[in-house]
């Protein structure tokens, strides 16, 4: 998978990176059960903090007869502890810390999300930046492409899983006038130029800048558990907190939250509340 460049390289240069060795073969099987009774959960409505069909970004709301995601995996009422102690392991972190060139202690714990396949019909998400609203004219998007992420994000497959499509180089640079069309009047081609599906196996973890060109197509009959995560540095301050806050973790200001996590995200909680906390009260919005 390697060419000579480093993951750090790999990422700033191509907008994402394939990284194995993430998750033990025992780590697996020990996920995938958890994923199994997390989404019976979320598709019996037993577990309301889903994404739904039908709707691609945040806020979602609390009904849904299908959803292609559950949210905050990590929230101590899901009763999976698996997810936490994956969230803090040795490797990953790793990999964390070098991509952010920081030290652990200047990690941000954020987001841990699980992707699923919906249950009953198939499902699309437009070409988007995560962070860039696709009308913006060319100037605003220089602008809000230059501006610094201080965190990561990353997908790791449980099962063989190709439903994200990426361009490549695309999250440096504003669009082509081609891809501005696309993006804005046919959001859901499938012939944008430049693009390539994302192929991982079953162990592998895709990094990738969230501002890059990418969309997703959700198979109903193809079983997907692919766990979505981020996580920041205390260097980000407001230019996280939208990213971040906008889906709701005031649940992780509870001690009944810390108490489930491993002792080493301790500091990384803490973290994460003092950037609540300095954004309390501020009307972030929505990042689209």
């Keep these: 998978m390697t060419d000579g460049r480093s993951i750090k390289q790999r990422l700033d240069e191509d907008g994402y990176v394939i990284v194995d060795g993430l998750v033990s073969d025992e780590d697996i099987i020990t996920l995938r059960a958890a994923c199994d009774r997390t989404v019976a959960k979320a598709r019996a409505g037993e577990w309301k903090l889903r994404r739904v069909v039908g709707v691609q970004f945040p806020p979602w709301g609390e009904e849904a007869e299908d959803c292609w995601g559950v949210q905050h995996i990590m929230h101590p009422d899901m009763q999976e502890p698996e997810f936490a102690k994956w969230y803090g392991s040795d490797k990953l972190l790793d990999v964390v810390c070098e991509i952010l060139e920081s030290k652990e202690e200047e990690l941000q714990l954020e987001l841990f999300n699980l992707l699923i396949n919906p249950e009953h019909k198939d499902f699309c998400l437009e070409w988007h930046r995560d962070d860039v609203k696709p009308g913006v004219e060319a100037e ?31 999250h440096d640079r504003i669009r082509t006038k081609e891809e501005r069309d ?107």
């Design 182 to 288: 696309i993006n804005i009047n046919d959001p859901l081609s499938l012939k944008m130029p430049g693009s390539v599906a994302v192929r991982l196996r079953a162990g592998q973890t895709v990094f990738y800048n969230n501002n890059i060109m990418h969309r997703a197509v959700y198979d109903s009959s193809v079983k997907r558990h692919t766990l979505h995560a981020c996580m920041g540095t205390v260097n980000g301050g407001p230019h996280r907190a939208r990213n971040i806050l906008q889906h709701g973790v005031r649940w992780m200001r509870e001690d009944r939250f810390k108490q489930t996590l491993p002792e080493r995200l301790y500091p990384l909680c803490d973290n994460l509340i003092k950037l609540a906390d300095s954004n309390e009260g501020k009307d972030l919005g929505f990042s689209q």
């Design 140 to 170: 605003e998007e220089i602008q809000r492409l230059s501006i610094p992420h201080y965190g990561t994000q990353w997908n790791t497959a449980l099962y063989d899983d190709a439903c994200l499509y990426i361009i490549p180089k695309s």
